[in-house]
């Protein structure tokens, strides 16, 4: 199996073989009697790239899964359930994870010396098992997950400009106003995506004119503060700059509900020592942090959930 994941992942007999410090011709073997014992083909070989068969990527998931137990019965016979230390591999989306998840890592890591970390900092969620990661900061409700989850807090998607842009152009009073005001917008394609409002309890929608169609928040947010115009963002990439007065937040009345973030680990009592304790540092610290709950000034709501 361990042979298996090693040629699916690498794409290929040879950098398998480096990867685990065998020979080719061993790797090729064991995948044969693999193939041989199961009745099916895992592999298509080509001359560039091995890749996966549909029955081999329905294999490789769960001897993913597999291999992960196994690590973990290695891991409580090593006494590594007992005593933090091994790699600790934990996941957030990047500007969350650069403002946020980063700095509590590295008090984590000088306060428990045996343990590393790698850090994989992505806006997209990914699966824990595929990506041999431990834990995971979400914003979003969760789905149904056999994972398990701690709430620390809430996000807004809050729309905003400087108050200097709103002396100058006005302040939009519904979402419908926004069709008069430069709009720099987060998308990641190449259309403008519509923003989601609510009101008294209905939902709307309205795409803004876009002055910018760009992928990354923090330009939106660098030209808002510039006086430039309006964009949106979640509460904690703003909010230091909404206390310190340089964006104002419009159009409260029309916010949806706030967004759950939660850390979410695998195994739960089953985890490993450094993921316990890694759960037991970020959360209360997370919890306390107030960019990470719903208000923010001027804020009409406010509530945080355990």
């Given amino acids: 199996m361990q042979t298996f994941v090693a040629v699916a992942e ?13 020979s080719p011709p061993v790797v090729t073997r064991s995948i044969s009697a ?16 091995v890749r996966v068969t549909e029955a081999g990527a329905r294999y490789l998931g769960d001897c993913k899964r597999l291999l992960a137990e196994v690590d973990d019965v290695e891991a409580a016979v090593s006494g590594e359930h007992s005593k ?44 824990l098992i595929d990506e041999s990661l431990d834990v995971a900061v979400r914003i979003a409700k969760l789905s149904d997950s056999t ?8 996000v807004r998607r809050v729309t905003c400009a400087s108050p200097s842009y709103l002396k100058k152009h006005g302040t939009p009073k519904t979402p419908r ?14 259309s403008t ?15 803004p004119r876009a002055t910018m169609l760009v992928n990354s928040s923090e330009v939106g947010i660098d030209a808002a503060v510039a006086g430039a115009g309006i ?24 916010e949806a509900e706030p967004i759950p973030i939660h850390v979410v680990y695998r195994e739960g009592r089953r985890a490993p020592a450094r993921v316990r304790a890694f759960v037991d540092f970020v959360v209360p610290r997370l919890r306390a942090d107030a960019a990470l709950g719903v208000k923010l000034v001027g804020r009409r709501r406010e509530s945080r959930e355990d």
């Avoid at 091994?86 to 010396?113: C, E, N």
């Avoid at 995506?193 to 795409?207: M, N, V």
């Avoid at 949106?232 to 340089?246: D, E, K, N, P, W």
């Fill in 177 to 190: 106003e926004l069709g008069e005001h430069r709009c720099f917008v987060f998308s990641t394609e190449r």
């Fill in 231 to 254: 964009t949106r963002a979640l509460s904690y990439m703003v909010a230091s700059h909404i206390q310190a007065g340089r964006l104002r937040v419009i159009l409260e009345e029309y």
């Fill in 84 to 127: 933090p230390r091994g790699v600790l591999g934990v996941t957030a989306s990047v500007m969350f994870g650069r403002l946020f998840v980063a700095p509590l890592l590295i008090d984590f890591l000088a306060k428990y010396p045996e343990v590393t970390a790698r850090a994989l900092l992505v806006d997209q969620v990914v699966d």
């Fill in 147 to 154: 994972l398990t989850s701690a709430k620390v807090g809430a």
């Fill in 34 to 49: 693999l193939e041989e014992r199961l009745g099916v083909r895992l592999l298509e070989r080509t001359t560039r790239k």
């Fill in 10 to 22: 690498e794409e290929g007999f040879a950098p398998a073989a480096r990867r685990l410090a065998v």
């Fill in 193 to 207: 995506p519509s923003w989601a409002f609510e009101h008294g309890g209905e939902q709307l929608s309205f795409r």
